[in-house]
């Protein structure tokens, strides 16, 4: 691009090129002239348009710039219109000043796409010229020597600045860091969440409650019931895990430290989600639903189904009947926690036409059976299946939520750069509800 000596006529077109009003008043003429608000690259276009920038080779500018003359003379023959409008009338016509609002649009577009051109023909001077390894080879003395006959064999040492040598291409850097598998943690949202400022909490939880609530006669003895209990104590369980990083890569690479700062995180809440299912209670264990005394078998074996007129092998049936019993028990489930693999067996199931079940491949289907949610979920065991009131049956208990921390003091870290990066929550899972949860075999024996 070369440049030569703008001249004083471009002086207005400058200010309104970086000026905010949409109407600027020529104070000599008494004439309101309407114009488009501009950007810097509409001061750019102009220049080229007049002659004061241009480029070695006109060819790609032709047509953007034919196109500029026929709206410049469109916009010339509006402002005549707009000031003749003025004297006789004492204003802009609205068509009038629509159209000169609507040509200053075109211009600007017009100017985006000569920068445009103006940012490809900078791009393609400064692209170096890269030499493949076969270009090298055949310029080379030792091949021409070859060729000529001078010699019976050639070699080349191809230096390792050739970097990319298949089919003419470059790496390209994807931005950020290419993750690993994130599972979609959802069972925490259907569970009561309290806080904690204890290492453990106590509460009592009903074993049975015998109600000889009864129409009395007047007189007679009331019926006594009654109602048995146990004090459980759940400690607060941590779950931690650290990594070392180097102290340069916390602070040259600040997005792979924030990237491994996220996976730390998802780390505690990807175990704490295992554990409220799968935890033993065993310390230092969280107490999961899945524990002995925390839930209520099903019960259903595949000689209890058929006689009662279900299908053993079938999925849909055992989980239909198990809803059905947390109902009668007082307890309707608000969940129904299966094993992805579970699920997409479910999701797959076929009539006796081929129709799918649960809607078409195409559709949207909100994960659910019998209208109760499904949450699908690694942390149950596949062939397993789980059904449950959750807002009725526990309470997730907070002590801490999910803390970062960073030190250079740990073991020999000061003397080799490394800042150790630890990641804990401390929660607990109270269980008051046994009866609110049914648990067993997806596919009874």
């Known amino acids: 691009m070369k440049m030569k000596k703008l001249s004083t006529s471009l002086i207005g077109l400058a200010i309104a090129s970086i000026g905010t009003p949409a109407m600027a008043y020529e104070k000599s003429l008494g004439v309101a002239v309407s114009l488009a608000h501009t950007a810097h690259n509409f001061l750019f276009a102009a220049l080229v348009k007049q002659g004061f920038i241009f480029f070695e080779s ?13 709206i410049e003379t469109k916009m010339s023959a509006y402002d005549t219109k707009s000031q003749k409008e003025f004297e006789e009338l004492g204003k802009v016509t609205k068509e009038t000043n629509d159209a000169l609002t609507e040509l200053g649009l075109k211009q600007k577009e017009l100017a985006d796409e000569l920068l445009q051109i103006k940012q490809r023909a900078t791009a393609a001077k400064e692209e170096p010229k890269v030499e493949l390894a076969g270009d090298l080879f055949i310029k080379s003395d030792q091949y021409k020597d070859f060729a000529s006959g001078n010699a019976q064999k050639a070699r080349v040492e191809v230096k390792n600045t050739i970097t990319n040598t298949v089919g003419n291409t470059f790496t390209d850097r994807r931005p950020g860091i290419v993750g690993g598998a994130f599972r979609e943690l959802t069972l925490e949202r259907y569970l009561n969440t309290l806080p904690t400022t204890q290492n453990a909490v106590e509460y009592v939880r009903e074993n049975v409650f015998t109600n000889n609530a ?3 006669a007047e007189g007679n003895v009331k019926p006594e019931s009654s109602i048995t209990t146990t004090l459980m104590n759940e400690p607060v369980a941590t779950i931690a895990h650290f990594l070392k990083i180097s102290k340069q890569l916390a602070q040259d690479n600040p997005a792979l430290a924030a990237y491994i700062n996220l996976r730390m995180i998802y780390g505690v809440n990807l175990r704490v989600e295992n554990q409220i299912i799968s935890g033993n209670g065993t310390a230092p264990n969280m107490s999961g639903f899945t524990k002995a005394g925390n839930f ?6 595949a000689a209890a189904l058929t006689a009662l007129g279900l299908s053993p092998s079938n999925r849909f049936d055992v989980i239909g009947k198990t809803l059905g019993d947390c109902e009668a028990a007082d307890y309707p489930a608000d969940v129904i926690i299966l094993n992805p693999a579970d699920w997409w067996t479910l999701r797959l199931a076929k009539d006796s036409t081929g129709r799918y079940l649960l809607g078409d491949p195409g559709d949207n289907v909100v994960p659910a059976l019998f209208g109760v949610p499904v949450v699908s979920s690694n942390a149950i065991t596949a062939g397993k299946f789980l059904v449950a009131s959750l807002a009725m049956a526990a309470t997730l208990y907070i002590r801490e939520g999910v803390v970062i921390e960073l030190s250079d003091s740990d073991t020999d870290n000061f003397q080799r750069n490394l800042i150790t ?7 607990l899972l109270a269980v008051e509800r046994p009866a609110a949860v049914r648990y067993g075999d997806l596919v009874p024996a």
Do not use: F, I, N, W
């Open 58 to 70: 006109d060819a790609a500018l032709k047509p953007v710039l034919e196109q500029l003359d026929k």
């Open 214 to 216: 009864a129409e009395v």
């Open 296 to 301: 209520t078998a099903h019960g259903y074996t």
């Open 421 to 427: 990066v630890r990641a804990e929550r401390r929660v």
